[in-house]
């Protein structure tokens, strides 16, 4: 059984969740990573879930912003310092775009102990995807795109496993047309939602380039998405966003909604 397991659901300056990351369990023993947040409450995260490294050879990064990247480099600290005690056997691949690699690669060398550091290109491997490109993972096929964002440089993904099951991420921004045959009928759509519309003139979602909840799910209904789950939200409404974030969705969107909190996971099938 497939399981997608979320660190962290909050937008960039929560303070009672952690940024928005995620854990897939791919059913064979094998995890994939999406983001890291904004700090070394990674760590913190992970073991909470039992997170086991050695099971996780692949991991994906969005983009460059700080509640998103600033994580990763504790995750590289991390699993350079297992693979230098002997603790992690095989090659940790990261996926990005151009920006994040240079982002990656200028912030280790700047922060990481020198044996640490060595280990990036001799165990640690930073791959620049672009575009439409797609890459062959062990558990499924990955395809990279960009989202069109009017702030940082941003690619969301597409997985496709080889018994049909499609889970697209959006990345934390609103839904471009350039992307839409790698949205439509997904059996999976993740997608942020950072307030309700409801809550729109207090949040101010547009000035920040997200969506509501409303939009986010009119989207999902458009694309004719199996099930949605709604992430990188503020985190003021937290005690009651599960229940109400649910009850706006279900208003525009006739799929299965799924509003997590951090370390809950979701079974995907």
Same mark, same amino acid.
């Given at each position: 059984?497939? /399981?997608?397991?979320?660190?962290?659901?909050?937008?960039?300056?929560?303070?009672?969740?952690?940024?928005?990351?995620?854990?897939?369990? &791919?059913?064979?023993?094998?995890?994939?990573?999406?983001?890291?947040?904004?700090?070394?409450?990674?760590? +913190?995260?992970?073991?909470?879930?039992?997170?086991?490294?050695?099971?996780?050879?692949?991991?994906?990064?969005? @983009?460059?912003?700080?509640?998103?990247?600033?994580?990763?480099?504790?995750?590289?600290?991390?699993?350079? !310092?297992?693979?230098? /005690?002997?603790?992690?056997?095989?090659?940790?691949?990261?996926?990005?775009?151009?920006?994040?690699?240079?982002?990656?690669?200028?912030?280790?060398?700047?922060?990481?102990?020198?044996?640490?550091?060595?280990?990036?290109?001799?165990?640690?491997?930073? @791959?620049?995807?672009? !575009?439409?490109?797609?890459?062959?993972?062990?558990?499924?096929?990955?395809? *990279?795109?960009?989202?069109?964002?009017? /702030?940082?440089?941003? %690619?969301?993904?597409?997985?496709?496993?080889?018994?049909?099951? +499609?889970?697209?991420?959006?990345?934390?921004?609103? %839904?471009?047309?350039?992307? +839409?045959?790698?949205?439509?009928?997904?059996?999976?759509?993740?997608?942020? *939602?950072?307030?309700?519309?409801?809550?729109?003139? +207090?949040?101010?979602?547009?000035?920040? &380039?997200?969506?509501?909840?409303?939009? *986010?799910?009119?989207?999902?209904?458009?694309?004719?998405?199996?099930?949605?789950?709604?992430?990188?939200?503020?985190?003021?409404?937290?005690?009651?966003?599960?229940?109400?974030?649910?009850?706006?969705?279900? *208003?525009?969107?006739?799929?299965?909604? %799924?509003?997590?909190?951090?370390?809950?996971?979701?079974?995907?099938?």
């Amino acid at each position: 059984m497939r /399981k997608l397991t979320m660190l962290g659901t909050g937008c960039a300056m929560v303070t009672k969740c952690y940024n928005t990351c995620f854990v897939i369990d &791919n059913g064979d023993g094998s995890l994939f990573l999406t983001d890291a947040g904004g700090g070394n409450t990674i760590l +913190r995260q992970l073991e909470l879930t039992g997170f086991d490294y050695q099971k996780c050879h692949h991991m994906f990064v969005t @983009h460059g912003h700080t509640d998103h990247v600033l994580g990763v480099i504790w995750v590289m600290r991390k699993v350079a !310092d297992l693979m230098n /005690k002997g603790k992690y056997e095989g090659t940790f691949h990261i996926y990005c775009h151009e920006v994040v690699m240079d982002m990656l690669l200028t912030i280790t060398k700047m922060t990481l102990k020198k044996k640490d550091l060595a280990r990036i290109g001799d165990g640690i491997e930073i @791959h620049e995807v672009t !575009d439409g490109e797609s890459v062959e993972l062990p558990f499924a096929k990955l395809t *990279a795109f960009d989202i069109c964002s009017t /702030k940082a440089k941003q %690619f969301g993904y597409v997985l496709d496993y080889p018994d049909g099951l +499609r889970l697209t991420c959006l990345g934390d921004e609103p %839904f471009n047309e350039h992307d +839409r045959a790698y949205a439509e009928h997904a059996d999976w759509l993740l997608s942020e *939602a950072f307030c309700k519309y409801a809550d729109r003139d +207090r949040f101010k979602p547009y000035e920040k &380039n997200h969506s509501t909840v409303k939009e *986010a799910s009119e989207l999902a209904e458009t694309l004719g998405a199996k099930n949605l789950v709604l992430y990188h939200t503020e985190d003021k409404t937290i005690a009651t966003r599960k229940a109400d974030y649910t009850a706006e969705a279900k *208003a525009y969107y006739h799929g299965n909604i %799924f509003v997590p909190d951090d370390l809950e996971t979701i079974e995907l099938g």
